[in-house]
C-alpha cells in the first residue's frame, strides 16, 4: 500500500508558476512510474505527465508540453510538477497517482495504469 500526499496548491495569476510535490510512503518508490493528472469541474480527470521509475524518461499531455516539467528524487520519496507560465485553462484540482507495474509509452497517459492516488490539490490561476 502506498500513500500519497500532494501539496503546493494554491491561487496564481496567469503567466505565473507553481511547483506541485507529492510525498509518497512507504520504501517502494523508486519501483513505481508516476504520474500527475487533473479534473476540473465538470470535466473528466485527464493526464498531465508522467515519469517512469528511474526519471529516465518522461511524458506530457500535448496541453503543458513546453510549460510543465515532472521530476522525481527517489532518495525523498517524491514526485513534483513545476508549472510555469500558467493559463487559466490550468485551473483544475491536480492529483499525483503511483503505477506500480511501470509504464512507458501513451501507456502512461491511461488512469487505469495507476493503482495509488493522492487527494489532490486545487490549483487556481486567474486571468
Known amino acids: 500500500q502506498v500513500q500519497l500526499v500532494e501539496s503546493g496548491g494554491g491561487l496564481v495569476q496567469a503567466g505565473g508558476s507553481l511547483r506541485l510535490s507529492c510525498a509518497a510512503s512507504g520504501r517502494t518508490f523508486s519501483s513505481y512510474a508516476m504520474g500527475w493528472f487533473r479534473q476540473a469541474p465538470g470535466k473528466e480527470r485527464e493526464f498531465v505527465a508522467a515519469i517512469t521509475r528511474s526519471g529516465g524518461n518522461t511524458y506530457y499531455a500535448d496541453s503543458v508540453k513546453g510549460r510543465f516539467t515532472i521530476s522525481r528524487d527517489n532518495a525523498k520519496n517524491t514526485v513534483y510538477l513545476q508549472m510555469n507560465s500558467l493559463k487559466p485553462e490550468d485551473t483544475a484540482v491536480y492529483y499525483c497517482?503511483?503505477?506500480?507495474?511501470?509504464?512507458?509509452?501513451?501507456?502512461?497517459?491511461?488512469?487505469?495504469?495507476?493503482?495509488?492516488w493522492g487527494q489532490g490539490t486545487q490549483v487556481t490561476v486567474s486571468s
Open positions: 497517482a503511483a503505477a506500480p507495474k511501470g509504464c512507458s509509452g501513451y501507456g502512461c497517459y491511461a488512469t487505469l495504469m495507476y493503482d495509488y
